[in-house]
């Protein structure tokens, strides 16, 4: 029996886990493609490649096992200043509409990280996100006390060295320092209606600030940044969420 994907059931749950790249099936890319497009201009063959080269999927389900949500994310490895460092890298990010509510994806989101601090070790851990969304930007305040650009301070200027060290390695001439934004070759900007910034949204400094520092959000540009991945860094909200 065909399910409906676009009409979920009322008080439908979330159940997410991480998945492998190299273990997803043929189908179940095929449904993640399906909900990327559904919210954004997507290219198909733009969508796998970037899909192949990250290690991980978390990947939000439904009771019936209908995909609802997804983020993709690699280990970075380098090093700066002669020494080693990690970031952890989120890719395309999308949550059906149904459920912007729900805590699934900050639960496992957030156990993962820890899973990744702990393997880090001593090595300094970061998280990278691209975000070509005000939704998107918004996990930073969520998680974080420290992360960066924000609208409370300017960004030191070894983050400020930081970021742009990982926004070259990762996207080389597309990474632009002077206003640290990505444009991307196959850029995949929101489709009209979605998350749009309203007035009222204006009225969050966070959002307010997000469309200064990247203005052309609305045709995929993507605005960099970075947060130090510590327990310590973590909001005490997040902290009950992940015990929950």
Not at 212 to 223: A, F, I, M, Q, S
């Amino acid at each position: 029996m065909d399910i409906d994907r676009h009409e979920p059931p009322a008080g439908e749950e979330l159940y997410g886990r991480i998945l492998e790249v190299t273990d997803l099936s043929i189908g179940l890319i095929e449904e993640m493609f399906w909900l990327m497009d559904r919210y954004f201009f997507v290219d198909r063959v733009a969508f796998e490649r970037d899909l192949s080269r990250k290690d991980w999927v978390l990947l939000l389900r439904d009771r019936r096992n209908v995909v609802r949500g997804f983020t993709s994310l690699k280990l970075i490895k380098s090093e700066w200043e002669g020494r080693p460092v990690q970031a952890l890298y989120s890719g395309d990010t999308v949550i059906q509409r149904e459920f912007w509510g729900s805590l699934e994806l900050p639960r496992i989101w957030g156990r993962f990280m820890l899973e990744r601090i702990a393997a880090a070790g001593d090595v300094p851990l970061y998280w990278f996100l691209l975000s070509s969304g005000y939704k998107t930007y918004r996990f930073l305040p969520v998680f974080f006390k420290e992360f960066y650009p924000c609208c409370d301070q300017p960004t030191p200027p070894a983050m400020a060295a930081l970021l742009d060290h990982f926004g070259t390695l990762l996207f080389g001439s597309e990474y632009h320092p002077d206003t640290g934004t990505v444009h991307l070759s196959n850029p995949t900007p929101l489709r009209e209606g979605v998350a749009e910034v309203t007035a009222e949204r204006l009225a969050d400094p966070h959002v307010a600030f997000f469309v200064k520092r990247n203005p052309d959000h609305t045709k995929g540009v993507e605005l960099a940044c970075l947060a130090p991945l510590r327990a310590d860094n973590l909001r005490p909200y997040i902290r009950r969420v992940l015990k929950a």
